[in-house]
């Protein structure tokens, strides 16, 4: 099986700067993509980042520029150092993992999420 555990949350001011970290466990064939999503009071889960094996990232409009998404491979961990937070950044971030079992089956997987909270 296969956990994800988020963390690096916390409380900061508006441009201020955090790093969450995801590290997964568990046995996957590979990694078809690993994604961080958030979801911010009151709103629908918004895709802000995801990478991909081959190194391919895309970052959603409201955080291109601040937020930066990596992958250490050999930790099986994922990054989204975050900066230049604004108070609308605010928000229960997800790390989502999508993983190959090798015999043509994909599932995705999902971390229970770490709290973001930007203060103006």
């Known amino acids: 099986q296969v956990q994800l555990v988020e963390s690096g949350g916390g409380s900061v001011q508006a441009g201020g700067a955090l790093k969450l970290t995801c590290a997964a466990s568990?046995?996957?064939?590979?990694?078809?993509?690993m994604l961080w999503y958030r979801q911010a009071p009151g709103k629908e889960r918004e895709l802000g980042s995801t990478?991909?094996?081959?190194?391919?990232?895309t970052y959603g409009d409201s955080v291109r520029g601040r937020f930066t998404i990596a992958q250490d491979n050999a930790k099986n961990t994922l990054y989204l150092p975050m900066n230049s937070l604004k108070t609308e950044d605010t928000a229960v971030y997800y790390c989502?993992?999508?993983?190959?079992?090798?015999?043509?089956?994909?599932?995705?997987?999902w971390g229970q999420g770490t709290q973001v909270t930007v203060s103006s």
């Open positions: 990478i991909v094996s081959d190194g391919t990232t």
């Open positions: 568990g046995y996957i064939f590979s990694n078809c993509g």
């Open positions: 989502a993992l999508c993983g190959d079992d090798g015999l043509g089956t994909r599932r995705s997987y």
